[in-house]
């Protein structure tokens, strides 16, 4: 999965968790910006490993402070694999 499909995942996944149009996701912003809570967060730190086959660390989103920093990482994860 290239870093266009990602984001476009996540901008879709932010999009319907929080009610916010996704042409109004920024990926400069966290995801905690959207009124997302720690739960959402965990939940879609779960799907993101199984989409991309991937261990990822619970604090991935507090780590990753802009969406666009997780977009890099979890491209970089990838291309360790």
Known sequence: MNQEKIENWLIDKLAKSSGVDSEKIDLEKSIFAYGLDSSVALSITGELETLLDLKLDST???????????????VDELAKK
Request: glycine share 0%; hydrophobic share 55%.
């Open 60 to 74: 991935l989103f507090w780590e990753c402070l802009k969406i666009s920093d997780l977009v890099e990482y979890l």
